[in-house]
């Protein structure tokens, strides 16, 4: 299963700041973990792009979260793509 955005950029926010603070950690520290650049960690924040569902996944798992808690309106902002071949 994939997430494909669905929706323009800044109609929605995210809230994957907050929770890094809230849990005290740093973004350069949640980016290394995430084996990611930290200006893409502040792009997803800024939502001038969006993270994998790979990502998005692991860093809901790293910061103890579920992914609705990191994109509360997860389900307009994304859709879902199937391969019929894995149903």
Not at 38 to 45: E, G
Request: charged share 35%; aromatic share 10%; net charge positive.
């Amino acid at each position: 299963m994939l997430f494909k955005l669905s929706e323009a950029k800044g109609t929605y926010m995210n809230n994957i700041k907050e929770i890094i603070r809230e849990k005290g950690l740093q973004l350069s520290w949640v980016a290394e973990k995430l084996e990611a650049h930290p200006s893409h960690l502040s792009m997803w924040i800024s939502e001038d792009r969006y993270p994998s569902q790979e990502r998005l996944v692991k860093m809901a798992k790293l910061l103890k979260v579920k992914v609705k808690d990191l994109y509360p309106d997860i389900k307009t902002r994304y859709t879902y793509i199937f391969d019929k071949d894995n149903d």
